[in-house]
């Protein structure tokens, strides 16, 4: 059974970081490509990030590149979402998922002074 389960967001200030993890499971990781997602209740479901099986070649929307960086840990069935300079627009439930397949459970992250 495949199970994503994404580390507990919270609360940051504007300008502050936050590292999302997400564990993988039920699946072989290596031979997958993993995204990250997000949900507002204004936007919807908008995509974050991707990242090749090896952890090499990585994509962003436009709103989080050179503030976002994705890796994972093939070893460890682990990606992990290093969020920088967090803005109150960042604010959403993030996902961790096989792309146009499995999404974990979501994890809010809140940006408010």
């Known amino acids: 059974q495949v199970k994503l389960v994404e580390s507990e967001g919270g609360l940051v200030q504007p300008g502050g970081s936050l590292e999302l993890s997400c564990a993988a499971s039920?699946?072989?990781?290596?031979?997958?490509?993993?995204?990250?997602a997000r949900w507002t209740p204004e936007k919807g479901l908008e995509w974050v990030s991707d990242i090749d099986l090896?952890?090499?070649?990585?994509y962003y929307r436009d709103s989080v590149k050179g503030r976002f960086m994705l890796s994972r840990d093939n070893a460890k069935n682990m990606t992990y979402l290093q969020m920088t300079k967090l803005t109150p627009e960042d604010t959403a439930v993030y996902y961790c998922g096989i792309p146009g397949d499995v999404w974990g459970q979501g994890t809010q992250v809140t940006v408010s002074s």
């Open positions: 090896y952890g090499i070649r990585t």
């Open positions: 039920g699946f072989t990781f290596s031979e997958y490509p993993m995204s990250w």
